[in-house]
């Protein structure tokens, strides 16, 4: 039973980092996030939402499965594990642009080997010419 109150504040950790994110972006914008101009609709909105708060209880529930976990501790570990995530989306870069590794000529297939004169189509080099083992 102990396990399931952790989870249970964990969740609730996880809702105070939700209610404060909300704040912070209400008082910024003056309107809810689903009536932004391109932004999220409230469906998507709610699942982020719900999506953090599970991840702040399971993280709760994690370490109060492998140890000793007070219920202030599942606090806050269900309210640095929606919060961790939040940085590590802020620190990502917001366009990944690859570079080729290398440049193929535009006459040639990748795995197509050139004809040599004389050599049969599709034959291995030592059956045109006639030599080899048998």
């Known amino acids: ?34 009536h932004a101009p391109g932004g999220v609709t409230f469906k998507i909105w709610l699942a982020i939402e719900i999506l953090r708060t599970g991840l702040g209880a399971g993280v709760a529930w994690v370490l109060a499965i492998s140890g000793p976990l007070s219920a202030f501790g599942a606090v806050l570990a269900g309210a640095g594990a ?37 050599a049969a189509q599709g034959a291995p080099s030592n059956v045109a010419s006639g030599g080899g083992n048998v």
């Open 1 to 34: 039973m102990e396990q399931a109150g952790m989870l249970g504040y964990g969740a609730l950790g996880g809702l105070f980092i939700s209610g404060l994110t909300m704040f912070r972006y209400l008082q910024g914008e003056k309107i809810w996030p689903w």
């Open 82 to 118: 929606p919060a961790i995530i939040d940085k590590w989306g802020r620190a990502a870069p917001k366009e990944v642009t690859l570079a080729p590794v290398y440049d193929i000529p535009p006459q040639q297939s990748v795995g197509v080997q050139p004809a040599q004169p004389g």
